[in-house]
């Protein structure tokens, strides 16, 4: 079955259009609403009596490749109410046709918000050009912002972090909802003094939870003195990883000598450790070499002479002394360890006079 197309049904519901003419690269349709009254804002009373029209000029959803304005023809009601304050009122329409004051239609708007959402300011301007649609990447932030309703319920539980304006330069505080796992703002700067005045503002919070400094402690313990306060988990997730590896870095020499160079698996290796390993690699050719000639009786002198090596490398091999597959830098603390050790355990603990001398 077939329909006729009126032109009315191509603009939003509720408006009948008067005129379409093009001007220039764009569509402009003139358009007035199809209801015979008015309800008064202030009173509610609806109204018949037209005081005067005006013309507002919306932008459309793009029609046949062109960019579509909508000239509302929209009128002024006198409010009859023998009690309201206000004698003329401007027509209205509903928000979900056009908002008051709106510079778009909210079908339009719409779009415009989901492509803000999708795709971020600018890559949104560039595809919205393409559409037709004409949004500057200005507009599509503040579309999204404007249409972001902020949480009515009060904020109870809050995590309150550094937060980089610029990598090692410039920082800030910010503060999160840790129930709606949603930003609440961001602090201009980190000073105590800054977070302390915000958090007094919200006295309905109940949990903080920070990173282990002591900054943020203290301007919750003076703004908020009956919230507890948590370490977050980042946070002690990162300390205990970082003492870990520590601990584990002072004593790689011992966990190497344990678990043997046999055990090294080069794709589980760093980048630094993987050419630390290659060098490995490369001694233990040398080694092999001179290894052989040693075991065939042949003196060191002549090794030397043979490899190109000097003495002391070759000396080395033989004693066994070049076979770390990493070598770590030997701390010159390390050869007066045992005897350090046996000073504290006979319970001299005062380096001033521990008798070194
Ligand atoms: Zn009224």
Same mark, same amino acid.
């Given at each position: 079955?077939?329909?006729?197309?009126?032109?009315?049904?191509?603009?939003?519901?509720?408006?009948?259009?008067?005129?379409?003419?093009?001007?220039?690269?764009?569509?402009?349709?003139?358009?007035?609403?199809?209801?015979?009254?008015?309800?008064?804002?202030?009173?509610?009373?609806?109204? !018949?009596?037209?005081?005067?029209?005006?013309?507002?000029?919306?932008?459309?959803?793009?029609?046949? *490749?062109?960019?579509?304005?909508?000239?509302?023809?929209?009128?002024?009601?006198?409010?009859?109410?023998?009690?309201?304050?206000?004698?003329?009122?401007? *027509?209205?329409?509903?928000?979900?046709?056009?908002?008051?004051?709106?510079?778009?239609?909210?079908?339009?708007?719409?779009?415009?918000?989901?492509?803000?959402?999708?795709?971020?300011?600018?890559?949104?301007?560039?595809?919205?050009?393409?559409? =037709?649609?004409?949004?500057?990447?200005?507009?599509?932030?503040?579309?999204?912002?404007?249409?972001?309703?902020?949480?009515?319920?009060?904020?109870?539980?809050?995590?309150?972090?550094?937060?980089?304006?610029?990598?090692?330069?410039?920082?800030?505080?910010?503060?999160?909802?840790?129930?709606?796992?949603?930003?609440?703002?961001?602090?201009?700067?980190? *000073?105590?003094?800054?977070?302390?005045?915000?958090?007094?503002?919200?006295?309905?919070?109940?949990?903080?939870?920070?990173?282990?400094?002591?900054?943020?402690?203290?301007?919750?313990?003076?703004?908020?003195?009956?919230?507890?306060?948590?370490?977050?988990?980042?946070?002690? =997730?990162e300390n205990a990883s970082r003492a870990f590896?520590?601990?584990?870095?002072?004593? =790689?020499?011992?966990? !190497?000598?344990?678990?043997?160079?046999?055990?090294?698996?080069?794709?589980?290796?760093?980048?630094?450790?993987?050419?630390?390993?290659?060098?490995?690699?490369?001694?233990? *050719?040398?080694?092999?070499v001179i290894l052989a000639l040693s075991k065939?009786?042949i003196p060191i002198k002549q090794i030397v002479?043979?490899?190109?090596?000097?003495?002391?490398?070759?000396?080395?091999?033989? !004693?066994?002394?070049?076979?770390?597959?990493?070598?770590?830098?030997?701390?010159?603390?390390?050869?007066?360890?045992?005897?350090?050790?046996?000073?504290?355990?006979?319970?001299? !603990?005062?380096?001033?006079?521990?008798?070194?001398?």
């Amino acid at each position: 079955m077939q329909q006729a197309l009126h032109r009315s049904s191509l603009v939003p519901r509720g408006f009948v259009v008067e005129s379409a003419c093009y001007e220039g690269d764009k569509a402009v349709i003139t358009v007035r609403a199809s209801g015979s009254f008015g309800l008064c804002p202030s009173c509610g009373t609806v109204s !018949r009596r037209v005081h005067s029209h005006y013309r507002r000029r919306v932008t459309d959803l793009p029609l046949s *490749e062109r960019i579509v304005q909508l000239v509302v023809i929209a009128r002024r009601f006198r409010c009859d109410a023998v009690l309201c304050g206000r004698q003329i009122f401007t *027509e209205r329409f509903s928000d979900g046709i056009l908002a008051p004051s709106a510079r778009r239609t909210a079908r339009l708007d719409s779009l415009v918000h989901h492509l803000g959402l999708a795709l971020g300011g600018r890559p949104a301007a560039g595809f919205a050009k393409r559409l =037709m649609l004409p949004v500057s990447k200005d507009t599509l932030l503040r579309v999204v912002r404007r249409r972001h309703r902020p949480p009515a319920d009060p904020l109870k539980v809050i995590g309150i972090d550094d937060w980089a304006w610029r990598r090692n330069h410039r920082y800030a505080s910010i503060i999160c909802n840790l129930e709606r796992r949603r930003v609440v703002t961001l602090l201009p700067d980190r *000073e105590p003094a800054t977070a302390q005045a915000w958090l007094a503002a919200h006295p309905t919070i109940t949990v903080v939870a920070r990173d282990r400094g002591g900054r943020y402690g203290e301007a919750t313990a003076k703004a908020l003195p009956h919230a507890v306060q948590v370490a977050d988990r980042w946070h002690l =997730m990162e300390n205990a990883s970082r003492a870990f590896l520590d601990a584990v870095r002072k004593s =790689m020499r011992q966990i !190497r000598t344990v678990i043997g160079a046999t055990t090294i698996d080069p794709k589980l290796l760093t980048a630094a450790e993987r050419l630390q390993y290659e060098g490995y690699l490369r001694r233990e *050719e040398t080694n092999a070499v001179i290894l052989a000639l040693s075991k065939n009786g042949i003196p060191i002198k002549q090794i030397v002479r043979q490899t190109g090596h000097s003495r002391k490398l070759v000396r080395q091999v033989i !004693r066994g002394e070049r076979q770390d597959v990493f070598r770590t830098r030997q701390s010159s603390l390390d050869q007066h360890l045992p005897w350090l050790d046996d000073q504290w355990a006979a319970g001299c !603990r005062n380096g001033l006079n521990s008798g070194a001398t």
